[in-house]
């Protein structure tokens, strides 16, 4: 994928005394970010400061939001350029290392999305023994890259919560490792994880994903 261009220029790095030089944050990659935080607002999904969201810079850095922020509010000073291999900077979001390891593991990574939805968080409980949720017979399949068809079958990793998340990335990538087909997945009573090759590309399939599991939900109660 094309990571976002940075501006030419003395503005280009940014650094402090004895820490290694930085790539600025470009402004197209803060609005980037700050629009799809206020998509995310605009429909309940990161209530009461919830959620994050990052783009890849370049090869080796990633722009991510920082913990605690609004995210229908984001602003410059709300997001900062982490490098892929660490150290993660002081006040980012705990889950930084689920977003960092995502673009380690995938150069075709450009963005990543994380919400906390009401059809997420119920159904990653539900299924946590089964391992995945499973999309079935809806024409919305085809949101996500690679699905041509409603006949298709499309099973959304979910893993156990922690705290620990530099553990969680791991055990998330080693699992995504054999099997990462589905731009996404979810974490238990927690939310949804979707990316994609751009911003673009990740709203579409964080779009699509929540439409599908709020989908599966609903008929879950209908079978009751």
């Known amino acids: 994928m094309q990571p976002v261009s940075l501006t030419r220029g003395s503005s280009d790095v940014t650094s402090q005394p004895g820490t290694m030089a930085m790539p600025a944050a470009d402004p197209q990659a803060v609005e980037a970010i700050a629009a799809i935080g206020r998509f995310a607002s605009a429909r309940g999904w990161v209530a009461a400061t ?4 990052s783009c890849r810079l370049d090869a080796g850095h990633a722009l991510l939001t920082r913990s605690g922020i609004d995210k229908g509010a984001i602003g410059a000073g709300d997001v900062a350029v982490v490098p892929l291999a660490g150290p993660i900077p002081a006040g ?4 930084t290392p689920l977003h960092l390891a995502r673009y380690r593991a995938s150069a075709a990574i450009g963005a990543i999305v994380h919400v906390h ?7 990653s409980r539900a299924d946590l023994k089964l391992g995945y949720v499973r999309l079935r017979g809806f024409e919305m399949q085809k949101a996500l890259s690679g699905i041509t068809t409603h006949e298709s079958v499309v099973d959304v990793p979910v893993f156990a919560n922690s705290q620990d998340t530099t553990a969680l990335a791991a055990t998330v990538e080693s699992r995504l490792a054999g099997d990462d087909a589905v731009p996404g997945y979810l974490l ?7 990316w994609g090759a751009t911003m673009g590309d990740a709203r579409r399939h964080l779009e699509g994903l929540e439409f599908l599991l709020t989908c599966t939900l609903e008929e879950r109660k209908l079978q009751r």
């Open 92 to 95: 980012m979001s705990a889950e």
């Open 50 to 53: 919830s959620g994050n969201f």
């Open 117 to 123: 939805t009401v059809a997420a968080t119920v159904l």
């Open 188 to 194: 238990a009573g927690h939310g949804l994880y979707a």
